[in-house]
């Protein structure tokens, strides 16, 4: 059942006509999860300001962790209250127009269900603790099912930007980061950060690792018994080369919409994500990628490349459903 604070704007004409959905465990008051919710909220009001959009506070009481008694008892209307009453005072420290809700049920479920709604927000922010192997898997990750599910973008603040208290203000230019594997599986998030760029006059900065190309080379030589290519140096050189030629192309792409952008290709042989988050290191505002939704199990054990890039990354990563999103 939904809650609404009798006060809330809800249709308020001030209201700009899309929104960033922001979603946070209020409920949460420990030192990490205060710092959470502030890394949230700055993300949040930053992007907000930018993009000239309004927010939309949304909690949800998961029904698992009620208070004891029954459901419309004096305890638990209290319970209620208290949530309603924390929104109303978060929802004060934003600079733009805010709206905000309460409601109970599965937390995963229900924002996606509000990702759905009419008309969508542009982009949801969210939190992950960061829950890795059978623990996560058993307990089960909000953002991660957000990410895999939701048709729109989403801003995830990892444990390593939560406790770095990323401070976006102090950016003299604003620099994002687009990881790429030069494929159509990242064009989705190439288009959707040129739309940023260019409404906040950000630079782009192209980033592509070239470890998965050398990887999948070594891969497939050995499935071939005592077989090893005497040209693996210059396999791995005109691997090179096609990186550079494809990812220029994409560099004249962005200019030619009046966007600066640079590119910087990881040579290294290390997997895809280490590159990514080493270089969120430098200066760059936050790292916008493609995601495609794995398998859950899989994902539980082995990870993904968005998945380590939230964990690991200084700095929020947007991201973008290759197949899901549509620019």
Known sequence: MPHHAPDAPLEDLRMPKHSILVTDDIE??????????????GAASFLAQHLNV?????????IKSYPPGRYDSPRIRA????????LEELSRRFQVPVTYSLKDGPPAELILKAVRSTPSPEIVVVGTQGRKGLKRMLIGSVAEEVIRYAKRPVMVIGPKAQEKGWNFNAKRQLKILVA??????????????????????AGIVLFHCLG?????????????SGWVPLNLDEILAGIQEDAIEAIEQKVRFFEKHNVPCYYKIDDKRIPASCAIYRECEKDNSFVVMGTHGRNALLNAFFGSTARETILNSSIPVITVHSVKYKV
């Open 180 to 201: 790429t594997d030069l494929s159509k599986n990242s064009r989705a998030a190439e288009h959707y950060a040129l739309s940023l760029a260019k409404r906040m006059g």
């Open 54 to 62: 309004g927010v939309e506070l949304l909690y949800v009481e998961d």
């Open 212 to 224: 998965e190309s050398y990887r999948r080379i070594v891969t497939d030589s050995s499935m071939v």
């Open 28 to 41: 949460n008051q420990t030192d990490s999860g205060k710092k959470r919710s502030q890394a949230i909220r």
């Open 79 to 86: 319970w209620h209250a208290q949530h309603l009453k924390r």
